[in-house]
């Protein structure tokens, strides 16, 4: 990750689309092809999980198009960090 050029997108699932407004656009998340884990545990112990993930997707030939997403299941002011459950999603070419 290039983490000095990170483009980040915050978003909600919704039935409809929304008119932007300033800096904020409306975005659909591409259909295709995903590899998907859950991190169980800190947010910075999370690169465990990038890694086995990308060394995966090496073993079965699929190349990440560099789109990912973390979607946060929980949060840090209702569970202790080690019960944290984080998904975070790949799209394939």
């Known amino acids: 990750l290039d983490m000095q050029h990170l483009d980040v997108d915050i ?20 259909g295709g092809r995903w590899v998907a884990f859950i ?13 086995a993930a990308q060394a995966w997707m090496r073993e079965h030939q699929l190349v990440p198009t560099g789109l990912a997403y973390e979607y946060y299941l929980n949060s840090p ?13 790949f799209l394939v070419e």
Not at 39 to 51: F, I, L, R, S, V
Not at 77 to 89: N, R
């Open 39 to 51: 991190h169980k545990g800190p947010y910075k112990e999370m690169g465990k999980g990038y890694a």
């Open 77 to 89: 002011q209702f569970v202790p960090e080690s019960e944290l459950m984080t998904k975070v999603e």
């Open 11 to 30: 978003g909600f699932i919704t039935d409809q689309e929304y008119p932007g407004f300033g800096e904020m656009n409306c975005i659909q998340v591409p």
